[in-house]
Nanobody, 124 residues
Framework: VQLQAFGGGLVQAGGSLRLSCAASGVTFRSVSAGWFRQAPGKEREFVAAIKASGGYTYYSDSAKGRFTISRDNAKTMAYLQMNSLKLEDTAVYYC??????????????????WGQGTLVTVSS
């Protein structure tokens, strides 16, 4: 199973960026997908998640209203559209996937598969 996250880069505060996650070797349509991030010196934290069908989405408080998670099961892709980026959004962003119940979906320990991470740097 492989997850590959890409789309990170340098963006000014207030700008937008779309991250993508390509999945292979897994029945993508049957697993939940999530995005986590890890800033320097901090623990990896939940950002957003989407259930297998795409019908339910979940966000951290910091992401709510600014970020949108989506997926395309036919393409085995997940996306994170990030708008109104702030300096504090600077981090390495990881995509993850797994068979999770709703109560687990914000918990990184519940995810079976992880991508390698893509760096997002927000500048002033």
């Amino acid at each position: 199973v492989q997850l590959q996250a890409f789309g990170g880069g340098l963006v000014q505060a207030g700008g937008s960026l779309r991250l993508s996650c390509a999945a292979s070797g897994v029945t993508f349509r049957s697993v939940s997908a999530g995005w986590f991030r890890q800033a320097p010196g901090k623990e990896r934290e939940f950002v957003a998640a989407i259930k297998a069908s795409g019908g339910y989405t979940y966000y951290s408080d910091s992401a709510k209203g600014r970020f949108t998670i989506s997926r395309d099961n036919a393409k085995t892709m997940a996306y994170l559209q990030m708008n109104s980026l702030k300096l504090e959004d600077t981090a390495v962003y990881y995509c993850a996937a797994g068979n999770l119940i709703t109560s687990q979906i914000r918990n990184r320990d519940g995810y079976n598969y992880w991508g390698q991470g893509t760096l997002v740097t927000v500048s002033s």
